[in-house]
């Protein structure tokens, strides 16, 4: 049965072979249902509900990958577009955590009409390389000041916005010390480096006495219902919702083409014209996921660049995330185990992934100052005015400026001037 449904012998693998893959995969991006809970929390959803919502979309979203379009490839709520959810929309825009589930429904929505037409290449081919890259190590400057936030490392200050923390507090030494030793373990190739640091600093801090050991590590799976179904759609179809829901669905739509052509490259699944096959099955099987994520009550559910992980221990087939979607749905009986995880053990997590997304920059043309000078203000426009889309917003209206002023017009696609134009509009300077 698993040699018809996934053609192992034609992928050059083994059942075995896939299976350990699939736990590779799992160890590696397990963080997240960690880390997901304590940052959505802060919008005042039940981190028990957000939790189960976590481990049962990231379990849907992987099984649909693995199941229809036969990819090693894992889905979870996205880092950095779980922050942009918090502290964005909801802290930040003062919106309700409902209509911010709203405005992650219409975004999936969105994105599965645009995989079912040509749009999906015409887009992906309009924005240039410089953004694309520039957005993501954006994300991952967000993902930075967030986490020191988190850790204690920085604070806020009236004259000068941000200042130094305490860094003498034990709190802060040890996320910082979690910090080091990811990057430690990362180096040295350990499978799950980054949920191991992070359950070393939980108990290294509870025996401190910082935080409460849990009374218990495993029970049945928390409710559901305070987030099911609770998305309001209507409230997010308001006209000033359009730039988050724009927002959420561009980070996820590049987000997902990103790591599928990572992922397919390192896997050698592209085909001898460098096309990714099924390519509708996993853009479907992404958007779907985006929706049923929010209906289930958590922030964006995409692929996950860490599913490299396990391509790189031999996984070729979906049966890799097959087996990684079963291990999320094991997770949901450890919910005490990860509810009492301190948020000065997820904090390293967040600066850890912001490192990694950081690397965008390095794809940036440095030698063209009109695709470097838009690149850097798009990434840096994230995290100090604290969104992602205010930053997707500087880095097109900046691309276009200034590709028209140096008399290069013929360089940039048409779409990318109209997405410049209803930008302007949005902040009424059109």
């Not at 919106?95 to 992650?104: E, F, N, S």
């Not at 509870?206 to 305070?226: D, R, V």
């Not at 397919?264 to 096309?275: I, N, S």
């Amino acid at each position: 049965m698993l040699e018809t449904l996934f053609r192992l012998s034609e992928n050059r693998t083994t059942v075995r072979t896939e299976m350990l893959a699939g736990i590779t995969t799992f160890l590696t991006m397990a963080y997240i249902i960690f880390v997901n809970p304590s940052i959505l929390k802060a919008t005042g959803m039940d981190e028990g509900a957000v939790f189960a919502a976590t481990c049962i979309g990231a379990a849907y979203g992987t099984l649909l990958m693995g199941l229809y379009a036969n990819y090693p490839i894992a889905l979870a709520p996205g880092m950095g577009l779980n922050a942009y959810f918090t502290y964005g929309v909801v802290l930040g825009m003062k919106y309700t955590w409902q209509v911010a589930l709203g405005a992650v429904f219409l975004s999936g929505i969105l994105f599965f009409l645009l995989s079912i037409t040509s749009l999906r290449e015409y887009i992906i081919n309009a924005i240039p390389r410089s953004l694309k890259m520039a957005i993501s190590a954006g994300i991952g400057l967000f993902l930075g000041i967030i986490a020191l936030e988190n850790a204690g490392v920085v604070v806020a200050h009236q004259a000068t916005l941000v200042t130094l923390g305490k860094i003498t507090q034990p709190t802060v030494i040890l996320a910082t010390v979690g910090f080091l030793l990811m990057i430690a373990l990362d180096r040295r190739e350990v499978t799950g480096g980054i949920i191991i640091a992070i359950l070393a600093v939980s108990v290294a801090g509870m025996a401190l006495g910082y935080s409460p050991f849990p009374k218990t590590i495993a029970s049945a799976p928390p409710s559901l219902m305070p987030t099911l179904f609770q998305m309001d759609i209507r409230g997010a179809l308001e006209i000033g919702l359009v730039g988050i829901v724009f927002a959420f669905l561009f980070v996820d739509f590049f987000d997902n083409a990103g790591t599928l052509i990572g992922v397919a490259y390192r896997g050698g699944m592209m085909d001898k014209d460098g096309r990714v096959p099924r390519l509708n099955r996993v853009l479907l099987a992404d958007s779907t996921s985006a929706m049923v994520g929010a209906a289930l009550g958590t922030s964006t559910v995409t692929s996950y660049i860490e599913s490299a992980s396990g391509i790189k221990a031999g996984g070729r087939t979906g049966l890799t995330a097959v087996v990684v979607g079963v291990l999320f749905l094991l997770a949901l009986f450890f919910a005490p185990l990860a509810l009492s995880i301190p948020s000065y053990a997820t904090a390293p997590a967040l600066l850890f992934v912001a490192c990694l997304m950081a690397r965008g920059l390095t794809e940036v043309d440095w030698e063209d100052v009109t695709e470097y000078a838009p690149a850097v203000v798009c990434a840096l426009a994230m995290p100090l005015t604290f969104s992602i889309a205010h930053g997707i917003a500087f880095g097109f209206i900046t691309y276009a400026g200034c590709k028209i002023l140096a008399g290069r017009l013929n360089d940039v696609h048409p779409a990318v001037y109209a997405i410049a134009a209803l930008f302007l509009v949005k902040f009424g300077l059109l």
